[in-house]
C-alpha cells in the first residue's frame, strides 16, 4: 500500500477569487434577508449529506 | 438521519461533560456563510483515553459505533449509525491541538450546537495539512462576513502560535489588491485592520 503524502495548495488569490467571495457573502445575506435563519440553513445543508 | 445522528452524538458528548463542536465546511452559516458539503465533522475536546472510551461506549449504547480503536493521540476517527456517519476529531486540526484558551472561546451556535470562535475556525482552515483552494475560498468569504466581529489581536496570536502568519498574509494580498482596483472599503478594512495589529 502505498500512502500519499497530504501536501497544501500554494495561496495565490486572485481579484477573480475575491469577487466571488463577496458574491457568496451576499448570496448568503440576500438568504437571511429573506427570512431564512442561519439554523435553517444549516439544517438545509446537514440534510443534504444524509447517506442512503 | 443525520439530524438525529448529530443529536445523538451531541447529547452523548453533553452527557459526559465534554466539549464538542461542528467544524469543517458545515458549520459555515454559524460565520454568515455556506456551501454545501458531504461530511459531517465534530470536534470533541478529550483529555484521557478513560474519557474518551467511556464516550465511545455510552455511542455504541445508541447504536452508533466506530470500526476503529480511537486512542487519545489518534487525529480522528469514523463513527457510523443509522443513516449516517461522522468523523469524530480529537483535535480541531491535523497540524495543532486543543488548548484551554481555545476551549474557552467555543460558542454557541444555537440550541446545544456548538462552534469554535471564528478566529480559531479561520486557523482550523490555514492550518489544514491538506489545504485545497475550497479552504481559502472558505477564508475570504469568512473575512468578509465577520470583518467586525473579528477579533484581529487574537486571531494574529493564533496566527503565531501555530507560525502561519506568512500565509495569512497571501491571503490578504488578495485583499490589498482589491482596495486597489476595485477600492472596495471592506478589502481596504480587512487589510488594514489586521496590519494596524501586526
Same mark, same amino acid.
Given at each position: 500500500m502505498t500512502v500519499k503524502k497530504k501536501t497544501r495548495s500554494p495561496i495565490y488569490v486572485t481579484l477573480s477569487d475575491i469577487e466571488r467571495a463577496y458574491k457568496k457573502v451576499e448570496e448568503f445575506q440576500r438568504l437571511i434577508e429573506r427570512g431564512k435563519t442561519r439554523e435553517q440553513i444549516f439544517k438545509d445543508l446537514l440534510k443534504l449529506i444524509q447517506v442512503e | 438521519?443525520?439530524?438525529? +445522528? +448529530?443529536?445523538?452524538?451531541?447529547?452523548? /458528548?453533553?452527557?459526559?461533560?465534554?466539549?464538542?463542536?461542528?467544524?469543517?465546511? +458545515?458549520?459555515?452559516?454559524?460565520?454568515?456563510? /455556506?456551501?454545501? #458539503?458531504?461530511?459531517?465533522?465534530?470536534?470533541?475536546?478529550?483529555?484521557?483515553?478513560?474519557e474518551l472510551n467511556e464516550f465511545i461506549n455510552i455511542l455504541k449504547k445508541h447504536e452508533i459505533s466506530t470500526v476503529q480503536a480511537p486512542k487519545i493521540?489518534?487525529? +480522528?476517527?469514523?463513527?457510523?449509525?443509522?443513516?449516517?456517519? /461522522?468523523?469524530?476529531?480529537?483535535?480541531?486540526?491535523? @497540524?495543532?491541538?486543543?488548548?484551554?484558551?481555545?476551549?474557552?472561546?467555543?460558542?454557541?451556535?444555537?440550541?446545544?450546537?456548538?462552534v469554535l470562535s471564528v478566529e480559531d475556525y479561520i486557523l482550523t482552515k490555514l492550518g489544514r495539512s491538506d489545504r485545497?483552494? #475550497?479552504?481559502?475560498?472558505?477564508? *475570504?468569504?469568512?473575512?468578509?462576513?465577520?470583518?467586525?466581529?473579528?477579533?484581529?489581536?487574537? *486571531?494574529?496570536y493564533r496566527l503565531k502560535w501555530t507560525d502561519l502568519g506568512k500565509e495569512f498574509?497571501?491571503? *490578504?494580498?488578495?485583499?490589498?489588491?482589491?482596495? @486597489?482596483?476595485? *477600492?472596495?472599503?471592506?478589502?481596504?478594512?480587512?487589510w488594514e485592520k489586521f496590519n494596524n495589529k501586526t
Open positions: - | 438521519m443525520n439530524s438525529d +445522528l +448529530l443529536q445523538i452524538i451531541l447529547k452523548t /458528548a453533553a452527557s459526559c461533560d465534554l466539549p464538542i463542536v461542528i467544524i469543517g465546511g +458545515l458549520a459555515l452559516p454559524a460565520y454568515n456563510i /455556506a456551501r454545501s #458539503t458531504l461530511d459531517l465533522d465534530l470536534c470533541i475536546y478529550i483529555k484521557n483515553q478513560e493521540n489518534h487525529n +480522528l476517527f469514523t463513527v457510523f449509525g443509522k443513516g449516517g456517519e /461522522a468523523e469524530i476529531w480529537l483535535q480541531p486540526c491535523d @497540524t495543532f491541538r486543543w488548548d484551554e484558551k481555545m476551549v474557552n472561546r467555543i460558542q454557541k451556535f444555537y440550541s446545544n450546537v456548538y485545497s483552494s #475550497t479552504d481559502i475560498n472558505d477564508i *475570504l468569504q469568512i473575512l468578509i462576513a465577520n470583518t467586525n466581529i473579528i477579533d484581529w489581536e487574537y *486571531l494574529i498574509n497571501e491571503v *490578504l494580498k488578495g485583499f490589498k489588491s482589491d482596495f @486597489t482596483n476595485n *477600492l472596495r472599503n471592506i478589502s481596504k478594512d480587512i
